[in-house]
């Protein structure tokens, strides 16, 4: 089993997908596409590519908690997948990822242009390990 994270933007969606034992971000990558149908038919192409057998979709809240323009569009492009893959999708709260990201990228010496190439793929990363973390916690309860 592995789960592919989502972090869904306008001109590029950052991918990270989960070893077999669910552990570790074991593949990443961005997809740079302003147009939907690009994006998820690049998705399905990576599912059936990678054997993912579930899917984590970021959902960007608004700070204090309430859904914008950004989040409909997310959850919109979630029901496209799951029509598409069958497979369960979860909206992820992702507020603060790509923040986060950046701050990872620059600590470790990437400037600006060097950050943008990556930063989407990072910022999936992170929903993806987060995830990950609960699935475990909820798991030992």
């Not at 369960?88 to 992702?94: A, G, H, K, S």
Request: hydrophobic share 45%; glycine share 8%; charged share 25%.
């Amino acid at each position: 089993m592995k789960i592919m994270a989502i972090d869904y933007g306008d001109a590029h969606t950052g991918i990270a997908i989960s070893d077999a034992t669910m552990t570790l971000a074991g593949f990443s990558t961005v997809i740079d596409s302003r147009k939907a149908e690009v994006v998820a038919a690049e998705i399905v192409r990576l599912i059936g590519e990678h054997g993912v057998t579930e899917l984590v979709l970021g959902y960007p809240k608004n700070m204090d908690g309430t859904l914008g323009p950004r989040a409909e569009k997310c959850a919109a492009f979630g029901e496209v997948l799951k029509e598409m893959t069958a497979l369960p999708l979860t909206l992820w709260d992702e507020r603060r990822s790509t923040v986060e990201a950046h701050n990872i990228l620059f600590h470790n010496g990437k400037n600006a242009k060097q950050r943008k190439k990556t930063v989407d793929a990072v910022a999936a990363s992170l929903m993806l390990e987060g995830f990950m973390t609960r699935k475990r916690l909820e798991a030992n309860r």
